[in-house]
């Protein structure tokens, strides 16, 4: 009897997932060494410096004034259309789905999906902190300053640091984290920091952000990636559990599975019958027993025919029983 059941796009792509080991041998987890202590400890520091030098209003913002009094746009307004698409690169929706769709084919292909979730991580992480230093800190930007000179800090803005650049530094450079090789691992980390310095500087570019606040943007999602070794335990615990729950529903669908069951045959008790009478398999089953009035049974042609009570029809006093001979009726005349 065949019992398997048709499966869904879910199990197959388990069935996929179990093909191998859930993370292959060749690829190394991220550690946090000493050496990645150490740069995450300088780019912390590099962190307040910046926060520190826009809060006193020191050179750092001067030199935010003079860049937006320059007015790159006005100065090389032949590129500002290559510079609205490049900028892009560092919005959070687009990024995020074209990261997500290459991780989505790796956690495929490797089995695994640890990629998926370390993104997951990262960008809860970008939200998390970015989001509170931008209302924390509350800066206006540079279409929205009131006065020349100042910091612009505490009016209710939400550009410091910046989002674009800190979004381009986390989405371009999960792909370096995630790298399977060291090679591959150097290209990676020198092309998402180009193109994320280049997002920034595409902010400045336009106006919608202060130099300072893209320095602050990178170094936030530097820190990001630099604290990512720290929740790997995170993540292989999260893994075991969607795979726990994926286990205990496959689990529950085959225990409550409906398998048709075979036909069962019934006994039928079989009273004896005489010698004289059929006992083939083809005979018609008995019908139910006829309860007969009591005392001894007479032919039917042997009975006295009765008028049921309420018939119309007149009773037969000169009806004569079959099988007795008749005297000739006698004639009457006219």
Request: charged residues 15%.
């Amino acid at each position: 009897m065949r019992t398997e059941r048709n499966l869904t796009r879910l199990d197959r792509v388990f069935a996929r997932l179990d093909r191998e080991p859930e993370r292959p041998a060749h690829i190394d987890v991220p550690r946090m060494s000493r050496h990645r202590v150490a740069l995450f400890a300088a780019t912390l520091a590099f962190y307040g410096a910046i926060v520190w030098a826009v809060v006193i209003t020191s050179w750092l913002v001067r030199l935010d004034w003079q860049v937006m009094f320059f007015r790159p746009y006005q100065q090389w307004s032949e590129i500002h259309a290559f510079v609205d698409y490049y900028v892009v690169l560092g919005q959070r929706g687009p990024t995020a789905v074209m990261i997500a769709a290459w991780l989505g084919w790796r956690s495929w292909r490797q089995h695994t999906l640890r990629p998926l979730l370390a993104l997951g991580v990262s960008l809860l992480l970008l939200n998390v902190t970015v989001g509170a230093a931008k209302l924390s800190m509350g800066r206006l930007g540079p279409h929205y300053a009131t006065t020349v000179g100042s910091n612009e800090m505490w009016l209710g803005g939400d550009i410091f640091p910046s989002g674009h650049t800190a979004n381009a530094v986390v989405t371009w450079g999960i792909l370096a984290y995630l790298a399977s090789t060291p090679a591959a691992r150097r290209w990676l980390s020198a092309l998402s920091a180009v193109t994320s310095l280049g997002v920034g500087l595409s902010t400045v570019y336009l106006g919608t952000h202060w130099l300072s606040d893209v320095l602050l943007g990178w170094a936030a999602g530097l820190l990001i990636l630099l604290a990512l070794p720290w929740f790997e335990p995170l993540i292989a615990r999260a893994e075991a559990v969607i795979f726990g729950l994926r286990d205990r529903l496959r689990a529950r669908r085959a225990g409550t599975a409906t398998v048709p069951a075979a036909p069962v045959e019934v006994p039928v008790r079989v009273r004896p019958r005489d010698s004289a009478q059929d006992v083939s398999p083809t005979a018609r089953s008995p019908r139910a027993p006829v309860h007969l009035a009591p005392g001894p049974h007479t032919a039917r042609s042997e009975r006295t025919p009765v008028t049921p009570a309420g018939s119309r029809r007149p009773p037969q006093t000169d009806r004569v029983t079959r099988g007795t001979t008749t005297s000739a009726r006698p004639v009457t005349g006219g």
